[in-house]
């Protein structure tokens, strides 16, 4: 059975950090590409963060470049999603998501059959 289960989301102050896991089972994970979006309060998905199957082509989205960093061990079967001077409006679920090969488009959520449950970021004062 192929999952994807996210971890390390809590509450963190603005201008914190946290380190999110994404750990996928029944893949052979080095052929996916992955994608973390968010859902904020009221908002549509955003994209955050692509990383294809050997780590060799990285996307952020404008909103968190320079502030996120997404890495992978295929060894471990994990990508990572690193967070760091986190703001309110980095509040959300972040999910992760895979792809077979790469996106076309990696923005879209269409590209992404697989996704997991998403785990909780809160960043308030």
């Known amino acids: 059975q192929m999952q994807l289960v996210e971890s390390g989301g809590g509450l963190v102050q603005p201008g914190g950090s946290l380190g999110l896991s994404c750990v996928a089972s029944?893949?052979?994970?080095?052929?996916?590409?992955v994608v973390w979006f968010r859902r904020a309060p009221g908002k549509e998905l955003e994209a955050v963060s692509y990383?294809?199957?050997?780590?060799?082509?990285?996307a952020y989205a404008d909103s968190v470049k320079g502030r996120f960093t997404t890495s992978r061990d295929n060894a471990q079967n994990t990508v990572y999603l690193e967070l760091r001077e986190l703001k309110p409006e980095d509040t959300g679920v972040y999910l992760c998501?895979?792809?077979?090969?790469?996106?076309?488009?990696?923005?879209?959520?269409?590209?992404?059959?697989?996704w997991g449950q998403g785990t909780q970021v809160s960043v308030s004062s």
């Open positions: 998501a895979a792809t077979i090969g790469r996106a076309t488009i990696w923005t879209r959520t269409s590209e992404y059959p697989f």
């Open positions: 990383i294809t199957g050997e780590g060799t082509e990285i």
């Open positions: 029944g893949f052979t994970w080095d052929l996916y590409s």
